[in-house]
């Protein structure tokens, strides 16, 4: 499965990539079955993202800093099926994102 990650962050991305790979999905910048979005991105419009990747059809979840809860719940919103804190992406997201290819958050 491929998994679509929006993050122009350089750590972020790179992070996000690597749990797609730990949890046995390829990461791409453009398609995917699943998406994951950085909310927080300087060159993209992260709520518009998660609205464009959930129109499509898409899975998405999404990472924000954890006390932002207006940026969260316009997440839930625009699509997002879950939105992890970026502690909570770090630790677990392996993890997390397994239970994106699992349907879990479907």
């Avoid at 992070?15 to 791409?28: E, F, S, T, W, Y």
């Avoid at 059809?57 to 839930?76: F, M």
């Amino acid at each position: 499965m491929n998994v679509r990650v929006v993050a122009d962050d350089l750590i972020w991305a790179s992070r996000l990539d690597a749990a797609v790979k730990h949890a046995g999905a390829q990461p791409v910048r453009d398609g995917g079955e699943a998406v994951i979005v950085d909310l927080n991105g300087r060159a993209y419009d992260g709520i518009a993202a998660v609205a464009a990747a959930a129109a499509s059809g898409s899975t998405v979840i999404a990472v924000a800093q954890h006390d932002d809860g207006a940026t969260r719940k316009r997440a839930l919103t625009a699509g997002a099926r879950r939105v992890f804190s970026y502690n909570k992406m770090f630790s677990d997201g392996p993890r997390i994102v397994a239970d994106l290819l699992a349907g879990r958050f479907s």
